[in-house]
DNA sequence: CGACTTACTGTTTTT
DNA sequence: CAGTAAGTCG
């Protein structure tokens, strides 16, 4: 305190603009600060939290900073500990979910669990549900478990118990069964001493709300609560919030509408909008100003975010020069537009610019996979996000048998390595030991115990149980003696899990088995097998450090919060980008969510952008032509340079081919010109209107006009596609839509 | 019981 | 196309 008292300007808040400093400063009361893309949000967020510590408005145990991310939580601990030092420790900082568990696991005997209840992801939830599901004679093939998981999910982040499900809101799904098999699914988690990610808060709630002395003591020690991403957050969440911050009100979410991109799991844009009539005497402090992209790029990602209707509404600016222009290319198919940005990748490692500033992002997942197979074939270093360490299979499996040594009581990690590696037990032994734990009302592990002990079962199925119980013994016998880590070693091989891979001649056993001594090696990290659990189960970032020399790869929702020098948005395409998906789901909604992807997407850029579609692209094996993205024709002309050295498809042809395709699309009554179109795009959208791709309008011997190549005869037609023979330029097959009649 | 074959079905996924 | 999930045969 004494140091502050003698230097004026605390390192915190120095270098801070008039809007952060106001956002720093006020540390009481309901405040909400929008902050744009790159305009130092975290700066802000640790900043303030620094401050509340210096000024002793709030003492660190009495501050509650929350996260969506581990990743934002650790950013934010650091940075934090940088400025007041060791006392960051005692600051309730976090992510929603691990926040959630510590508290539960304090009171979980409330909600009728143990303390060291598991935590469950989706992959688990799903098994549950499948089973469930067949006790429940629930057609898996109309209603798929992933799917009425997610339907369950969807209540629970709306902070709905089975009970308050209004059923004819649950509607015919399951017909009609879905509220009794949530219902079911949330019994058998109790039962397995389990819960899944969206319990987490939901208990919460629900203890909170029936135990007033639990929450008054949560209130009582939390005086100040900040919030990250607040746009993100879901009405469980919100509740969750507004239960802590009783009627002190002194609740500061940081957040930007425009990047809200999680609607369709649960978040609610409504909480960002709605937070001045929320809270009464709430402030808003607006960060503006960009101190990340230049010029160009900036009003790109303005004009584009301007169409969406529902939006606070921010205009961002910045004090660096306009930069270059953001290019637009446009290319035949998928593997051309690859090789083009892989291409230009290439020539920029040549000028020796550091390749973990440049990014791919991409719409879907499966979109990297072009540009892997481009770039592994010219030899450029690449790394691609998402593939998750923990939700592989043989991590899966290791870890299973580590939960079953730590809980006898854990069904679904039993049943998940009973037989692997193979130990001949199959449907019939396995539906023995689950009528015995059934008829005795024990975890399938005891009923195992009892069954060896009988003649239930097949001799060689009694001998493989009972080698196998042996083994359980053993390990949880030895888990007390040795090192965790130890530990994990010897049931790996013990168990023959890692023998089960070194046999495996597949292609990738040699890679899985890298995976499982990387495990080993991360538990190194951890004081004891139950915390490295929990922190599996609630920290599933893997590996995200950013190598030097390595391209990233990514999904436009994992790049949310990076930032790179250079940045590649491929496939802005009508179907892909914005999803046809989103679109037919959740229509004019869903559309503004795909345009916020986009700035999201554009936002990410520092210095150069190169925004590119494809004209055709092979989709689940079928080829589909496409046409440009509406995003890009939200681009302003003056922004950006529409390359023609890039693509085989120059500028012209890109405005051709749209205005023709449009053109078919006006006859077919849809309203003349793009212009028209484009007030009309959101309701033909939801109307699901697709562009008219196939090559009717032409027929053989027609004479054409193509921008490239030329005139020419058409030779023959397959779908959108036509063989032309050129006057000049030889026999060609082109896309339809980038030749018109003369 | 397990290896093999055939049919189906495809986003995004902070925890 | 490619990965999975269910179905069939030895």
């Known amino acids: 305190m004494t140091e502050i008292l003698e230097k004026p300007v605390p390192i915190w808040l120095d270098g801070l603009n008039a809007a ?44 509650l900073a929350v996260t969506f991310t581990n990743k934002a939580a650790r950013e934010m601990k650091v940075r934090v500990a940088q400025l007041v030092g060791p006392m960051a420790e005692q600051v309730w900082l976090g992510t929603f979910h691990a926040l959630a568990a510590r508290m539960l696991r304090r009171h979980a005997e409330l909600v009728g669990l143990k303390s060291d209840f598991t935590i469950l992801d989706a992959d688990d939830q799903t098994r549950l549900l499948k089973q469930l599901m067949a006790a429940d004679d629930i057609d898996p093939k109309r209603w798929p478990a992933r799917m009425l998981g997610g339907v369950i999910s969807r209540w629970k982040d709306r902070g709905l118990c089975a009970e308050q499900i209004d059923l004819a809101e649950a509607g015919d799904i399951a017909n ?99 937070f001045e009539s929320d809270f009464s005497g709430a402030k808003t402090v607006r960060l503006e100003e960009n101190y990340r992209s230049t010029g160009h790029i900036l009003a790109a990602a303005s004009n584009v975010i301007s169409r969406n209707e529902t939006r606070l509404g921010k205009t961002l600016y910045t004090a660096a020069d306009n930069g270059e222009k953001v290019r637009v290319n446009g290319y035949w198919d998928g593997a051309d537009e690859a090789r083009s940005i892989s291409s230009q990748i290439e020539s920029m490692l040549a000028d020796q610019v550091d390749l973990s500033q440049v990014a791919v992002l991409v719409r879907a997942g499966f979109q990297t996979r072009e540009f892997e197979e481009r770039f592994i074939s010219i030899g450029l270093p690449y790394r691609v996000v998402g593939a998750k360490f923990y939700e592989r299979s043989e991590i899966r499996d290791a870890i299973a048998y580590l939960r079953l040594i730590t809980q006898p009581a854990d069904d679904l990690a039993f049943e998940r390595i009973i037989n692997v590696p193979k130990r001949g037990l199959g449907t019939a032994s396995l539906q023995a030991v689950h009528m015995q734990a059934r008829a005795s009302a024990k975890p399938l592990l ?33 888990a007390g003696k040795m090192h965790h880590t130890d530990l994990a070693r010897l049931v790996l091989d013990e168990s023959g899990y890692t023998q089960m891979w070194q046999l495996d001649k597949s292609p990738d056993a040699p890679g899985r088995l890298e995976n499982l001594t990387e495990l080993v090696n991360a538990m190194q990290d951890f004081d004891s097998l139950q915390g490295f659990l929990e922190h599996i189960a609630l920290v599933m970032d893997g590996d995200t450090e950013n190598q030097q020399g390595e391209v990233t790869l990514m999904t436009l929702h994992a790049a949310k919060g990076l930032e790179f020098d250079t940045v590649f948005l491929p496939g802005w395409e009508e179907g892909v980008f914005p999803s046809q998906r989103t679109i037919d789901e959740s229509g004019a909604v869903g559309l503004e969510e795909e345009r916020r992807l986009a700035y999201v997407g554009i936002t990410r850029a520092r210095k150069n952008l190169f925004i590119s579609f494809a004209s055709s692209r092979r989709i689940h094996g079928q080829w589909q032509s496409a046409i440009p993205s509406r995003f890009i024709q939200e681009l302003p002309p003056e922004h950006i340079i529409e390359d023609l050295a890039q693509g085989m498809a120059s500028g012209l042809e890109f405005s051709r081919a749209t205005s023709v395709r449009l053109d078919v699309a006006a006859t077919n009554g849809y309203g003349p010109g793009w212009r028209r179109m484009a007030a ?37 037609i397959d779908g959108d596609k036509l063989e032309i023979a050129f006057d000049k330029a030889g026999h060609k097959k082109v896309v339809a839509g980038f030749v018109s009649k003369p």
């Open 176 to 274: 009609g069964r879905v509220r009794q098999l949530y219902q079911s699914y949330q019994n058998r988690l109790i039962a397995l001493n389990a819960v899944d990610f969206g319990d987490l808060l939901l208990h919460m709630l629900t203890i909170f709300t029936k135990h007033h002395d639990v929450l008054a003591d949560y209130q009582a020690r939390i005086t100040h609560i900040m919030v990250d991403e607040y746009q993100d957050t879901n009405v469980a969440q919100y509740l969750w919030l507004r239960l802590l911050t009783g009627n002190r009100n002194n609740l500061c979410c940081v957040g930007d509408d425009d990047q809200s991109i999680y609607g369709w799991r649960g978040a609610e844009v409504g909480n960002i909008l709605r």
């Open 680 to 716: 009309r795009r959101e309701e033909n959208a939801v109307n699901g209107w697709k562009p008219d791709n196939n090559a009717t309008d032409f027929a053989n011997g027609d004479r054409v006009f193509h921008q490239k190549f030329g005139m020419g005869n058409i030779r023959s």
């Open 446 to 478: 005891a009923a195992v115990m009892d069954l060896v002990d009988t003649d239930e079962l097949r001799p060689a199925a009694r001998q493989a149980f009972s080698s196998f119980i042996n083994d359980i013994r053993r390990w949880r016998d030895q």
């Open 20 to 63: 952060q400093s106001e956002a720093v400063t006020t540390l009481d009361g309901p405040l909400l600060v929008l902050s744009g893309a790159g305009t130092g949000k975290t700066r802000v967020l640790t900043s303030r939290l620094a401050e509340l510590v210096a000024t002793n408005t709030a003492k660190p145990w009495n501050i």
